[in-house]
């Protein structure tokens, strides 16, 4: 743990407030269909000399979360809306289990 200097409280930590948005621009490329998942990624990784991809940190967080995160949203059950489709792509990987590094399957095999 690295401690960081806060100027004030905010809901999150900073890291998921650059990392949220980030996930969100990722999956929301995938559910209006734009590029697939692993395009997406590496243009992640050959832009900023990232490790990982969005869809791999995604994996990483695991994918139950990144749902639960979009459930709070508030047009998620807008069907018009790209984060209702982004809510139904996760729950179709978590259905069948695929939900991320810790059961070996998430958008990637592990």
């Not at 621009?25 to 590496?42: C, G, V």
């Not at 047009?75 to 996760?90: F, G, H, P, W």
Request: no cysteine; proline share 5%.
């Amino acid at each position: 743990m690295i401690p960081l200097k806060l100027k004030k409280e905010q809901p999150g930590y900073l890291l998921n407030s650059i990392l949220v948005p980030l996930l969100d621009a990722a999956m929301t490329l995938k559910a209006l269909d734009i590029a697939d998942i692993e395009d997406i990624d590496n243009a992640w990784r050959y832009g900023t000399g990232s490790p990982f991809g969005p869809f791999e940190i995604l994996d990483v967080v695991g994918l139950k979360t990144a749902y639960n995160i979009t459930l709070n949203k508030p047009n998620v059950n807008d069907e018009k809306s790209v984060t209702y489709q982004i809510a139904q792509m996760l729950k179709k990987y978590i259905d069948e289990n695929k939900l991320g590094i810790g059961t070996k399957e998430g958008f990637y095999k592990y």
